[in-house]
């Protein structure tokens, strides 16, 4: 089984500064994505950035980059001139490339990010 | 177009009622994925349904259920109700079911057992 792990329960950053999130995924599988989504207060959850892992290419979506460490299993997220309305709690979640893996996510725990002024 | 909508968006049922939740996709998608939201489990994959099938699930007890409609609305269905099922309710819909299609999420059913 796959598992995802985020070990920063908490960040704060503040507005216009550059803030990582690390995530790292645990999977015998050689194919999958990768995605970082955003729940603000509201709880609707909003998918930030996805990378597949067969792309060397790390993804980017316009402020927001990720670094893809496919050996380490590492996943980290870098939020470039933070904003207050990028204050949100961020998951990281897993989807296999298998057939029979449909659509199910597995994800973090998650990274409960604070932007101040 | 518009989104994912859930209904209700709060709850409040006691201990040993069951529970209907409904989620209606954006339009034109076959697949509907259910997630339970707690503060103590997190996220988990309860269960998705692509074209009125099962297509998987995951590790909750049979009073958990779902279907699907043939117009790709689901609904899922929580037995009996334990204390511990209070949670947030998400359900996310795709276009497909496996491939690299993107999945949007609905606002949520708030459940709280008493």
């Known amino acids: 089984a796959q598992t995802v792990t985020q070990s920063q329960p908490e960040m704060s950053v503040q507005e216009a500064e550059t803030v990582t999130l690390s995530c790292t995924y645990d999977t015998s599988e050689s194919d999958y994505y990768l995605f970082w989504y955003k729940q603000p207060p509201s709880r609707q959850m909003i998918l930030v950035i996805r990378q597949e892992a067969y792309k060397q290419q790390n993804a980017t979506e316009n402020r927001f980059s990720v670094n893809f460490q496919k050996a380490a299993k590492s996943f980290s997220l870098k939020i470039s001139d933070s904003q207050l309305g990028d204050a949100a709690m961020y998951f990281c979640?897993?989807?296999?490339?298998?057939?029979?893996?449909?659509?199910?996510?597995?994800f973090g725990t998650g990274t409960q990010l604070k932007v101040e002024l | 177009k518009a989104g994912v909508t859930q209904t209700p968006r709060y709850l409040i049922k006691t201990r040993g009622q069951q529970v209907t939740l409904s989620c209606s996709p954006i339009s034109g998608h076959r697949s509907v994925s259910w997630y339970q939201q707690t503060p103590g489990q997190g996220l988990q994959f309860l269960f998705e349904y692509f074209s009125e099938t099962q297509r998987n699930k995951g590790n909750f007890p049979g009073r958990f259920s779902g279907r699907q409609f043939s117009n790709s609305r689901s609904e899922m269905n929580v037995s009996t109700l334990e204390l511990g099922d209070s949670a947030l309710y998400l359900c996310a819909s795709s276009l497909a079911s496996g491939v690299a299609y993107e999945q949007y999420f609905g606002p949520g059913t708030r459940l709280t057992v008493t």
């Open positions: 979640a897993y989807r296999s490339d298998f057939t029979g893996g449909g659509n199910k996510l597995t």
